[in-house]
């Protein structure tokens, strides 16, 4: 059995709660800020969810900022990660979850699960987290769209779980 962790950048609180009801489904303890992210951490774990809310003009929140750095230099091989971001697709329709995309641009090296999720149903114009067509991971609206928040994060960790 794999060996999860769940790493967050929260500055209201949201991200937090997400990473704490994605940890509970993917059967882990192991929640953690982002600003706790190491190479300890790294080398301790065989796969990492990595989760920011998006801020300004498409930014990572800023416990992200010293821990994107920390994935860059890591050595990810052999590594799974999984990514989950949050945003407000109304107010920052051009940029949102783009935080997810950054993090993902990060951890070239490992194999990202999870990715590969339909836009389709989602009210957004540009996100640097959507590839090929598709969301690298979990894009969820706390603001605007709750109402799907916990079929989405069900849908996705069913993902995440099949390819572990």
């Known amino acids: 059995m794999s060996k999860i962790a769940v790493f967050y950048g929260s500055t209201t609180g949201t991200c937090e709660t997400l990473a704490g009801q994605i940890a509970e489904k993917l059967g882990t303890s192991d929640v953690f800020s982002a600003a706790d992210l190491d ?90 987290a959507v590839v090929d067509g598709a969301w690298v991971g979990c894009a969820l609206d706390e603001v605007n769209e709750s109402d799907q928040t916990a079929a989405r994060i069900d849908a996705w960790v069913a993902k995440v779980k099949s390819e572990l």
């Open 39 to 128: 190479d300890a951490k790294i080398a301790e774990y065989d796969v990492l969810v990595l989760g920011s809310s998006t801020w300004g003009d498409g930014e990572l929140q800023d416990d992200w900022y010293d821990a994107v750095e920390t994935l860059k230099k890591a050595d990810l091989s052999g590594k799974k990660v999984a990514l989950f971001g949050c945003g407000d697709s109304a107010s920052y329709t051009d940029t949102f979850c783009s935080a997810m995309g950054i993090i993902y641009e990060a951890v070239a090296g490992a194999t990202v699960v999870g990715k590969g999720i339909s836009t389709d149903g989602y009210s957004f114009s540009n996100s640097l």
